[in-house]
């Protein structure tokens, strides 16, 4: 295979990449060694930050997220909910950080309004009573999973190529210039090559693995962070604490759910991040100070992303200090490898721009002249898709009479019918239990999956998208996978019905004997 | 009102125990939140699957294991109640079987292995007779019949998985899948209980068995999800054979089971017969006590609230699903009577890192400590109440769902509890055994 520029990573920058080449007109081609989303694109807060956050300490950082936000709130709108954010003081809270946070939001041009407790309280009622100070900021909360298939759809459309579970296994280089890359293909084993003059390293944590595949050293501190959902909205707007970024000061309302986050933890081993049980009960008294419902209102499932964090060598060892800046390095400058990019930090709201800034020096490269449309260009959406609410919902599928046309709701937390599923299931070359249940809602309930991932890998089998005698194996590692989540969140009510889920596995299936 | 002996849970434990007591000629009552955790069982009596829990291989005998079980694992409720006891329930339970209209086949001394909906072997002991030919140890095709739009049976997906298990020569029968397409409900939800009504209706059967017909080969079996009718599955079961000129049997399906129901409702319906009161669906109750016995229990919170008073207590609650215990973040607990649970402090040791572990997972195993007379005890080992006994999951050690013996489990233990009741309330001849002042503490060195 023969393309111009190979992007490695199907995260959120990658994707972005992969969308501004192929509006550019630049034969590309993206790898992913797992599928869209599977790294740290999938495992955060789903935030699109208005900058505040990072007003005080990291005024470059906030004045990008800021711009950013608002160009997403314009091509990115269906994926989008334009929730409005506040940053709430406790008397607990440094009394200065208000102050110093309007006079930096002012500096920035961020539109940040002090509002009275009072009308806080009158707008988001489940809120503590005992909030001193209120700053209204543009926060809204982002489908990062929809966010980023629309990139990676619409770069397809315009003739890219994606491909999802090719692992990049060697780079090839001649003379010091790039001339192609060597991928395994993770379901068939097949290795496969392909010719190119550029390669832009969008790896995410991986992505100093990447870079030394081709000689180049790249140093990337790695920064747990971990979540919990609730299966209550509780607030209708985004919180953070006002106070210096710390852990669990931030809450975003997504769906029906509700997403506590983050903790911030500097790590070594980037596969696989689990949530731990102090992390969530962290998390969840800390949420509970300013939000008091959080206490009795049901977790349903932990997770934890990894940040790849540049500057790792003058921070030492508090991760938060880094910026969460990016970092863009031309390798022919830097390790004389010409054509290899690494595109590395950064988050998710400011992904298109950390895409932009990687085009315009390949184009420079490649010598030629065309510029950006991205910030202008809407992303296509599917016409019926709005923002998930189960309202919403009720009035597509409406009344069981009509189960006849969608087929039976297979996942009776989300309301997702079979029609659904198996449509996802025929337009997928390998669907996965994961990518069903992302792109559906499947599973993402109070039982998590619980009840429908059978159901769910019937499907897949009967479908053929998975070979014969391997349907076990499936569902026992996404059961698996599925526990690392709901573990650290296993008490009360979760515990219960975890208990007939366990049931249902092993007291019927008996699938822990098999 | 005053009874002999209260029941509180009405799952299989709570309901051997009150027809146990009953039998006796006790006075019972019993008092449940729900229509207990029946339904959501398979309806088979698991004796004793695996042992060890780790590994994968069936016994073929629970009863012959249960000398080691008592040695490796002495506060196992099976170590508890003993062989004899356990033998005499699971005989007695056969014979209320019967009497119920709800035979059930097979013993305690061998396992049969019966196919689920995922295409893997359960291993169990007592099956009831719609399930019968289920035993994949007899060969010969069967057909696995699915309905469209019943959602938790793929006959292709349990066909696939169990040919490979007929292919690796583990099991005797060979399985091929068919779907039926459109089946009039009456306009009803494509759904387990709905078909299980449907089912016992003769119509419906006759326009079932026309379109079946042609889709058996001779010397078939056929299979299909539990959904035999709910009233009289011996008479739909022999409905089909007779019309069909094949063998026929049930594979038991996720909750709500349609033969967990059936068995509830035939076994309440039998126990009122025989004078049993049973009140369910009530949301609080509020336990009388004095010093070390139990007076027994007000329906609620007020005043007005009616109570029931007993000379015995069953506390036949189950673990978590049931509602006999629960938890919060750092904590477990025992709902009805705050009677002591043993249970790590660190959250993360109530779990194993897998979730299907092959050693079982440690909050399957949480309850409440008993002395040999089903007593709950405290951890020295004294009796807390001198006239509560429990039954069935409640009581701690030994991890039904890993070893697959809850059903076992509950009977035998349920029966035990119920005699013992009775005894207590001057009914028999079952007195236990030490009186609280006389009894040893436990090895704490076992543990």
Known sequence: MKTEVVVIGGGATGAGVLRDLALRGIDAVLLEKEELTSGTSGRNHGLLHSGARYA?????????????????????????????????????????YADDLLRACASLDLPAAEVSPAEVLQKEPALSPKINRAIYVPDASIDPFRLIRANVEEAERLGAQFFPHRRVVAIFTADGTIHGLQAIDAKTGEEFRITCRFIINAAGVWAGRVARMAGAPLDILFSKGSLVVLNRRLVNSVINRCRPPSNGDILVPHGPALIIGTTSQTVTEIEDPSPEEEEVDLLLSEGETILPEVSSTRAIRAYAGVRPLMGAREAGEDSRKISRDFLLLDHGEAD?????????????TTYRLMAERTVDVIVKAMGRKTSCTTAEKPLPFPEEYTFHDLGSKLRKIGLPQSFQETGEILCECELVSRGEIV??????????????????????????????????????SEGGKIPPGTSLPILKRFLEERWKGTRPVMWGPQLREEQLIQALYTELFNLDHF | MFYDVIVIGAGLAGLMAAEAAQSQGARVLVLARGMGSLPLTTGCIDGLGYFPRTT???????????????????????????????MLAMAHFQELGQVIGLPYSGTFASTLLIPTPLGTYHPTCLVPETMNQGN?????????????????FSPFLAAENLNILHSQGKIASSFRAEVLEKLDLGGKAMNGLNLARAFDGEDFRNAFIKIVRPLLKSGDRLALPAVLGFHSPGQVLADLKKKLQANVFEIPMPPPSVPGIRLFRKLQIYLQEKGVRIILGFSTLDPRKESKRLLGFALGFSKKSPIY???????????????????????????????????????????????????????????????????????????????????????????????????????????????????????????????????????????
């Open chain 1, 56 to 96: 005080v300490n990291d005024p470059d950082s906030a004045r990008e997220c800021l711009a950013e936000n608002k160009i997403l709130k314009k091509i990115a709108s269906p994926c989008i909910e334009p929730t409005g954010g506040f940053f709430l003081a406790l008397p607990q809270d440094p009394p200065d």
């Open chain 1, 336 to 348: 004389q490898i010409k054509g290899l990019f690494s595109i590395v930090g950064g988050k998710l």
């Open chain 1, 423 to 460: 449509q996802e299931i025929r337009n997928q070359p390998y669907p996965s239990l994961k990518e069903i249940q992302e792109r559906t809602r499947a599973g993402m309930g109070p039982c998590q999956g619980g009840f429908c991932s059978p159901r769910l890998t019937a499907l897949l």
């Open chain 2, 56 to 86: 994968n291989i069936p016994l073929s005998s629970p009863l012959s294991a249960l000398p080691q079980l008592k040695e490796d694992q002495p506060y196992h409720p099976y170590a508890i109640v003993g062989q004899e006891k356990i």
């Open chain 2, 136 to 152: 994949l140890s007899i060969p010969g095709p069967v057909l696995l019949l699915g309905f469209r739009g019943l959602k938790d």
């Open chain 2, 309 to 447: 008073k007993a000379s015995a207590i069953v506390l036949a609650t189950g673990k978590f699903v049931g509602g006999g215990l629960d938890s919060d973040r750092g904590r477990i607990f025992e709902t009805l009577l705050d009677l002591p649970i043993k249970y790590p402090k660190n959250r993360r040791e109530w779990f194993k890192p897998r979730l299907l572990a092959a050693e079982g997972q440690p909050f399957n195993c949480f309850g409440v400590e008993v002395n040999e007379n089903l007593q709950p005890v405290d951890p020295e080992g004294r009796v807390i109440y001198s006239n509560l006994f429990a039954a069935g999951a409640i009581i701690a050690h030994g991890d039904s769902m890993s070893e697959k013996s809850g059903g076992g489990i509950a009977i035998s233990t349920g029966y035990l509890a119920g005699q013992l009741a009775a005894g207590f309330a001057g009914k028999n001849k079952f007195t236990t055994k030490n009186t609280e002042m006389g009894l040893k503490p436990k090895d704490e060195n076992a543990k």
